[in-house]
Structures are given as C-alpha cells and as structure tokens.
C-alpha cells in the first residue's frame, strides 16, 4: 500500500541517488550576478522643528592629506590612522536643502562638472529626492570657492533657473576681481575664473545678490562671518521651534583632523591664522549652545553636534533615524 511516509521516502532516495546528483550543475558553474558597484541616492532626510532639511551628497574627491593640511604632518598622520584612515584622505561635498513650508532654500551648490565625474551629483540627488531644480527660490552660499557654487552651472548655462544667489560681499569683491586674479600666484588663478564662471549668469541677469557681514539675505537665514578661508567665508543659522541648526561651510575639511587640532589649517585658507582663529570661535559657540551643525566636508550626511573631550573636541554625528 502507498503511503504518504513511502512517497516522502521514495523521493529522498531519488534524490540522494548518485545518478539523481550527476545531473546537479557542478560546483561554480551556476550564473554569477555583476557587481553593481553604484551608491544608492545621496540624500538623507530630516526635520528640524517645522522645517525639512534634506542633505544633498555632491559626491566624495581625495585629497592628499601632507598637502591638504598644513604643517603637523605626523601628528596628522598618526590621527588618521587612529581613526582608520589614510593619506588621500576622501573628503565629502556636501550642500543643504531647507524647506520651510513658503520657500525652497539651497546652502551651497556642490562642484558641478567642475572636478570630474567623482563630483557633481547634487542635481540627480536633489531630484531622487523628490525635488527639481527650477522649485529652488534661493541658494546661499558660505562662500566662493568652485566646490561650493560650480554646481550653479552647467557650462555656461544656468542649473537653478528661479533661483536667487547669495553672497557675502567680501567674497564677492575678491574672487570676482579681475585685478585679484592678476596678482595671485599661477596655482590659483583657476579658482577665480571658475568663481567668475559659474556666478557670472546669475550677476548678468539680475539674480546675484550680495549680503553685509552678519546679514540676514533670506528671512529666518542669519549669516555669521568666519572669515579666513576666504575673505566673506560664512556660516548660515536657522531655527524653527527652539531647534537650531547651523550650516557650517568649511570650518573644518573632515571630522577628525581639525576637531583633535584646530589649530591645523588647510592649504586653501586665504588667511589661514584667521581661519584657525574662526574654527575656535565656531567651536566654542557650538559646545557652549549644543545646536546641530551641518558640515560641507563632514562624512556625508554631515550633520552632528560638537562635544568635547577633556581638552579636544569630537565631531558626533547625528543619529541615523529611518523615520521622520
């Protein structure tokens, strides 16, 4: 009589049989899936108080930490290795986008095509974030350096076409100078033709604007002045029920170099004693009122709070939350 236990017994035995497992495809030859090798959408979501802040990646770029950091060189050396890393020291480009329920407003605006392929990404990520670049009412920028304002410009053509620009005054001044590009050593004349690039649209059609130190060029977007590393370098604070963020532009290249040894500069800094000088004011001014800071050059999405840890500081990032 057949039976459901002689069924399960009779197909067991097929299946161990030697003839059963000869028709099994050996081992290695079932089909190999490729490597992707692509990173998910560079974006990540928050709420601070009322307001939607979205972290937009621009991409990462290496930079060779014995030229990027100036002086100090063991000591950064033995920092790097203390937290994994190594020399080039891959930093993130990242900008910011607020929406405040009315307005639409951008803290930077990446490299744009720039620096090559491994930058450039902010315009697909702000799209996979739900958002188009026409929607953008106005971009502040920290400053004028290409990573932060190349993005405006695709070529010759403008990216944001209803946006507004906003720049401080004294970067404005300096880096749109022809008579400054003239007189500044060959190594660095590229950066005040891409400055002129990549501003000179929005200037020519009435879209640049130009803000007083400490000024306030978009309502509830307080600009403050940390000059040294550029001439109108500044950070952009805002609140929304209590909560405070502050974008922070380029107090520091990284998140554990400068936070051990603020007084370690960078190779980029116009002043660099002043900008060593606007780190430990910015510093400071963090610990002392615990707000959020977002970083252009902090391990993407950025964003953490500063501590300190007997006589350093840390970087802390914020975290991760999968939900609004």
């Known amino acids: 009589m057949t039976t459901r236990r002689s069924v399960l017994k009779g197909t067991l035995s097929l299946m161990l049989a030697p003839t059963a497992m000869t028709t099994l495809a050996p081992p290695g030859a079932a089909a190999k899936a490729q490597q992707v090798k692509i990173q998910a959408p560079g974006y990540y979501r928050m709420m601070l108080g009322d307001f939607e802040i979205t972290a937009l990646s621009d991409g990462t770029a290496k930079f060779p930490a014995e030229t990027l950091y100036a002086g100090a060189k063991d000591q950064v050396a033995a920092l790097l290795a203390k937290a994994f ?22 803290i930077d605006a990446g490299a744009g095509g720039f620096f090559g392929p491994a930058l450039g990404k902010l315009v697909p990520n702000l799209v996979a974030a739900g958002y188009q670049p026409e929607q953008i009412d106005d971009i502040i920028l920290t400053h004028a350096h290409v990573d932060h304002l190349g993005g405006l410009v695709a070529g010759e053509k403008i990216v944001f076409l209803n946006a507004t620009v906003h720049l401080n005054q004294r970067d404005a001044d300096f880096w749109l100078s022809s008579a400054n590009r003239d007189a500044t050593p060959e190594a660095k004349k590229e950066f005040f033709s891409m400055a002129v690039q990549a501003l000179s649209p929005y200037r020519d059609s ?17 600009t403050v002045l940390r000059a040294g590393h550029t001439p109108g370098h500044s950070a952009v604070a805002m609140e929304s029920k209590g909560q405070k963020l502050v974008f922070w532009g380029d107090i520091t290249h990284g998140d554990v170099v400068q936070f051990e040894e603020p007084d370690v500069t960078i190779g980029f800094d116009e002043n660099p004693a002043a900008a060593a000088s606007a780190r430990d004011a910015a510093f400071a001014e963090a610990v002392k009122e615990g707000y959020l800071i977002a970083g252009a050059h902090t391990r993407f999405p950025g964003i953490g709070h500063v501590g300190t840890d007997s006589d350093k500081f840390d970087w802390v990032p914020l975290n991760y939350r999968a939900t609004l």
């Open 85 to 106: 890393l190594d020399s080039p020291v891959e930093l993130s480009v990242n900008a910011f986008l607020v929406n405040t329920n009315e307005r639409l407003v951008l």
């Open 206 to 222: 009435g879209r640049l604007k130009t803000f007083a130190d400490d000024a306030e060029p978009v309502p509830g977007f307080k």
